[in-house]
């Protein structure tokens, strides 16, 4: 059983940046596969971010070059940077674990086991 919980949302003026935490419970941290989603009204959930428990990050297009995921395995937390925010980024960021010891298709949702209660991020014009 794995509990996360998401941290460091907020508002912020586009062009800004914000970190995200996202801290884990649990002895099997370092093996799992760790990816951030997010959540916009009325809009289903996507993939922003995904990290393996090897190391190996995947990113949705829309975010590319501005958001940087990395994990602290000494901390059980991972970690969503995003740089040069913009006004469609905005949306409830939710962290989510998957035990699996293989990560290909890290943007499917059903593929994660456990999720946070997720953590608003607001960007304004």
């Known amino acids: 059983q794995v509990q996360l919980v998401e941290s460091g949302g907020g508002l912020v003026q586009a062009g800004g940046s914000l970190r995200l935490s996202c801290a884990a419970s649990g002895r099997t941290f370092s093996r799992y596969n760790m990816g951030w989603f997010r959540q916009a009204p009325e809009k289903e959930r996507e993939f922003v971010a995904g990290?393996?428990?090897?190391?190996?990050?995947y990113y949705a297009e829309s975010v590319k070059g501005r958001f940087t995921i990395s994990r602290d395995n000494a901390k059980n937390t991972v970690y969503l940077q995003m740089n040069s925010l913009k006004r469609e980024d905005t949306a409830v960021y939710y962290c989510?674990?998957?035990?699996?010891?293989?990560?290909?298709?890290?943007?499917?949702?059903?593929?994660?086991?456990?999720w946070g209660q997720g953590t608003q991020v607001t960007v304004s014009s």
């Open positions: 989510a674990a998957d035990p699996a010891n293989y990560y290909t298709d890290y943007a499917n949702l059903g593929r994660y086991d456990y």
């Open positions: 990290i393996s428990w090897s190391g190996n990050t």
